[in-house]
């Protein structure tokens, strides 16, 4: 949906005041690199799921899904404050000498390593206790043991991928994403024919053990990519002098952002833990509170995010490209590529969000064969909101204004939480979508309001949301009456074939539409 550059535009030469950063082969190439890793990384999980789902059951997917949040704060420790503050520096320092990267990589990864491992004991030592008294489910604890093993694993990979995204490198990343998921699914599989084959019971700890090899073959290839251009550029003598100003910048700027994540992810994890909890008290049992859990957590959800494929890799790219044009006071920059990436967040979501709110029935069934149609309609509308959130989050972050972010996600999770609490009791699990809904709304808005301060963005919203919306209502109108009316296919063959035309047709309409800006 990018504009392709030719060779003659690809040789052209980088330091061009006025050229667009979306007309560089780096970005364009990156983007498409990170897109096309994504979807099939998001395909093979989320078939891969559908299939879990078969094996554990929907109960088994919402224990499943119960780990996530105490993996997601691990995580936050110890790996995206890391590769964050590792891309932005090396990104803005790639000016000053092509090997300076490296030094803050190593920084970086012993940093990170420590922390990981401190955080991996505790963890593993005390399993059962987080399943008893945090997650409420003692079914959980030999999952959240299995899971903390990955935590030094994720580590190493993610700085290293930080590294690879600074220098404009996407290949590296997108390989390791494709790469982890293959041996995880792979391994997952392997795992459950060989339980089924000795009779052994299938459970949610079989997903957690793939995982684990998952994030050990990606940490692998991850440091044998780094290994020749260490062995070659890295100089140990260097690194021992510069190492406590390294360090020092790292820290200073990884800690903001790891507080940020850190934060959000225990907002999320008191958020995951009362969704089943509250649902018990609107009436549930104890069972079905965690099927519908493990249904809009571990499928819908998923499915929903499923297109933010592209729009996070362009995310990803934006950030370090953000910084360095800062770093080079390059307003112009930030200004055109700040646009056209709202853009096309936008108008995708968009996209997004129409073929999920007509065809949210039609969806559940082809995929989950369950009734979640409303669920999927419901949740569609979140799109457009929450791709605008991710780039515009990007942009602030690449500004060095990572208190932005944090303050605004705080607040929506807070959102979040609050009606978790107080809408799902009364409208059980709509409830939680009538939140989540809300908290995405005000985050965007949020975001933008932030970033009209900082570099004056504006919005046409005319061009930007109104236009959109009636060509997405108008297509799927048309297309529903020649497809149901005309040609009278059946509601799932009427379904595939208006998707498949509504996506060319509005992709057609408005690729012409995002060459053409300024």
Known sequence: MLHIISKKEFRFK?????????????I???????????????IIGFLFRIFLTGKIGAEGLGIYQLIFPIQIVCFSFCTMGFEMAISKLVAANRKYSDNAGLYYLISGILMSVIISVVITVIVFTNSDYIARRLLLEPRCSELVMYMSLSIPLASIHSCICGYYLGIKNSRIPALTQVIEQLIRVISIYLIIMLFEKYNYRVT????????????????????LSINKNLRKNFKYSVFYQKIKYVSKEIFMLSFPLTLNKLMLSILQS?????????????GLSSKDALSIYGIILGLVLPLIMFPSAIVNSMALLLLPAISEADSNNNTDKIQIATQKATFFSIVFGILCLGIFARYGNEISLLLFRNNSGEYISSLGLIC???????????????????????IHNIVSTIIQILSIIFLIPRYGINGYITGLIISTVISAISHYISMYHLIKFKLNIMNTFIYPFIVIFLLIKICDFVFLNIITLSTIYAFICSGVVICILYSLIYINIFKHLS
């Open 14 to 26: 980088m330091n061009k005041s006025y050229i667009s950063i979306f007309t560089k082969s780096s």
């Open 28 to 42: 364009i190439k990156g983007t498409i690199i990170l897109t096309f890793a994504g979807f099939i990384t998001r």
């Open 204 to 223: 949610p700890v079989v997903a957690v053990m793939g995982s684990v090899i998952g994030e050990l073959s990606s940490t692998i290839y991850c440091i």
């Open 384 to 406: 457009p909101f929450i791709f605008v959130t991710a780039t515009m989050a990007s942009t602030i972050n690449g500004l060095g204004h990572t208190e932005i972010t944090f």
């Open 270 to 282: 008191i958020q995951s833990v009362l969704i089943p909890s509250m649902l018990i008290t609107y």
